[in-house]
């Protein structure tokens, strides 16, 4: 397979994703059975790709290579664009692949192979330090996860939200975050310029 | 509709726990940094959440500006990374435990 098929193949998958997200997502209009069985299979998806997304973080975190992890992290990912699908935000499911999986990844890929003397070298903890992370971990999780589930979800939701698309968010964002924007942009200028130094600096 | 407002909030609960984790318990500076990245996730996750659950666009865009921020921190991240790691030839996060500041 060459690569402009395997690009043009993932470009479909892409716009595929962006134009079906909402279709499925919604469900049919108007109550009925249809309704009720969208809405189950909605909450059915979300548990399914959430349950993905952690147990695919909880292998980035506990993995001991390193290529193994950005794998993982890849996973968790995709399963994290899918829910973005369910959450009606299909620009920033796209975005998440292009940018995160994308771009992210092989700059990590990359970072991995200019170190790749230690990529196979494991760097041990100790067991002191593996408790420590392993009891705030699941101290901020209880914590969390008690401070959630004392919160009564049914009140006040705003009624029926009108499907946020790509055209309402690019208007937010060149009117209401029009400085934030611009600033960004500077901000990944000034990132770039400042990785390119980096990268120089250690030449001589 | 259904309400996925909190099933959001336990699953990026979820994801930022096994990050905090992650980040404290490993020593591999790449390392550190992916567990960062998984929390960066579980945050997203919960402005795109709220973002839907108030009708707004506010919580897209702010999502959108934390993935730029994210890519920004990956970009500068690696390339101290690789920088250290040809100073020292290590990527054991205690070899430089001797800056102090």
Redesign the interface.
């Given at each position: 397979m060459t690569g402009s098929n395997r690009l043009s193949i993932v470009a479909a998958v892409l716009v595929w994703l962006a134009r079906a997200g909402p279709v499925w997502a919604r469900g049919p209009r108007g109550p009925g059975p249809a309704d009720w069985i969208g809405i189950e299979l909605e909450a059915v998806m979300f548990y399914l790709l959430g349950g993905l997304a952690a147990v695919c973080a909880v292998g980035c975190v506990l993995s001991s290579r390193v290529v193994r992890m950005a794998l993982f992290l890849f996973g968790a990912l995709g399963a994290v664009a899918g829910l973005y699908l369910l959450l009606h935000a299909n620009f920033l499911a796209a975005i998440q692949l292009i940018v995160y999986a994308g771009g992210t990844l092989v700059v990590i890929i990359f970072g991995i192979m200019l170190s790749s003397a230690s990529a196979a070298a494991r760097y041990r903890a100790r067991p002191a330090e593996k408790a420590a992370g392993a009891a705030v971990g699941l101290l901020l999780l209880a914590g969390l996860v008690t401070a959630v589930g004392r919160i009564d979800w049914s009140e006040g939701i705003a009624a029926a939200p009108s499907a946020p698309t790509v055209d309402g968010l690019g208007r937010a964002l060149l009117t209401t975050y029009l400085v934030p924007f611009e600033l960004s942009s500077v901000l990944l200028l000034a990132v770039m310029i400042g990785a390119a130094w980096l990268a120089g600096s250690g030449r001589k | 509709?259904?309400?996925?407002?909190?099933?959001?909030?336990?699953?990026g609960?979820?994801?930022?726990?096994?990050?905090?984790?992650?980040?404290?318990?490993?020593?591999?500076l790449?390392?550190i940094?992916?567990?960062t990245?998984?929390m960066f996730?579980g945050v997203?996750?919960n402005l795109?959440?709220f973002?839907?659950?108030?009708?707004?666009?506010?919580g897209?865009?702010f999502?959108?500006?934390l993935?730029?921020?994210?890519?920004?921190e990956?970009?500068?991240a690696?390339?101290?990374?690789?920088?250290l790691?040809?100073?020292s030839?290590?990527?054991?996060?205690?070899a430089w435990s001797r800056m102090r500041g």
């Amino acid at each position: 397979m060459t690569g402009s098929n395997r690009l043009s193949i993932v470009a479909a998958v892409l716009v595929w994703l962006a134009r079906a997200g909402p279709v499925w997502a919604r469900g049919p209009r108007g109550p009925g059975p249809a309704d009720w069985i969208g809405i189950e299979l909605e909450a059915v998806m979300f548990y399914l790709l959430g349950g993905l997304a952690a147990v695919c973080a909880v292998g980035c975190v506990l993995s001991s290579r390193v290529v193994r992890m950005a794998l993982f992290l890849f996973g968790a990912l995709g399963a994290v664009a899918g829910l973005y699908l369910l959450l009606h935000a299909n620009f920033l499911a796209a975005i998440q692949l292009i940018v995160y999986a994308g771009g992210t990844l092989v700059v990590i890929i990359f970072g991995i192979m200019l170190s790749s003397a230690s990529a196979a070298a494991r760097y041990r903890a100790r067991p002191a330090e593996k408790a420590a992370g392993a009891a705030v971990g699941l101290l901020l999780l209880a914590g969390l996860v008690t401070a959630v589930g004392r919160i009564d979800w049914s009140e006040g939701i705003a009624a029926a939200p009108s499907a946020p698309t790509v055209d309402g968010l690019g208007r937010a964002l060149l009117t209401t975050y029009l400085v934030p924007f611009e600033l960004s942009s500077v901000l990944l200028l000034a990132v770039m310029i400042g990785a390119a130094w980096l990268a120089g600096s250690g030449r001589k | 509709m259904t309400d996925l407002t909190g099933a959001c909030m336990l699953t990026g609960a979820l994801l930022f726990a096994v990050g905090v984790a992650g980040f404290l318990a490993r020593r591999n500076l790449i390392t550190i940094f992916l567990s960062t990245e998984v929390m960066f996730q579980g945050v997203i996750l919960n402005l795109v959440g709220f973002g839907l659950r108030h009708g707004q666009l506010t919580g897209q865009a702010f999502a959108l500006f934390l993935i730029v921020t994210a890519a920004v921190e990956a970009g500068l991240a690696l390339g101290l990374v690789v920088l250290l790691f040809r100073r020292s030839g290590t990527l054991d996060a205690e070899a430089w435990s001797r800056m102090r500041g």
